[in-house]
């Protein structure tokens, strides 16, 4: 287990589309485990997500972290992610682990249905609403090397 570097924009990395698992690996759940660890203990700990590319792996894959009502992390690890429907429209102020001090405005569906795999290799389908929905949209640009200020302008100038 691994706490890894987050990329930082305006890193080449970012902007790589990231290639589908094939294959369910020992390595690849370990990226699975290194990448949790990473949201959960390299951040500032006010993170939801965490995108493949942003620790410079080209490969289609995020996790999510969120406390549930009861109190507890629950993380979700979201491999070869599809969207499969969506609905509602809000626009809320992002933030990225790429970006840091940056937030911009972004419109986005606020309930989505999303086809994934499990490091198992289990297929999963699962709805999310609210931040979960946001995050996991938000992290899907990142595996298609889409960054939030694609999206609209920041609220401070970037130097790059
Ligand atoms: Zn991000």
Redesign the pocket.
Known sequence: MTIRAILQYPDPCLRECAEPVGAFTDAIGELCRDLVQTLRYGTDGRAV???AT?VGVPLRIFVMEATTKGGKRQSYVCINPRLQSESGEAVNA??????PDVTVRVRRATRIRLAYEQPSGRHTTRMFEGVLAICAQ??L??LDGK??VDHGDPDVELSA
């Open positions: 997500g965490l995108a942003q992002e933030g990225c682990l790429s970006f938000h992290e640009d990142h960054l939030m």
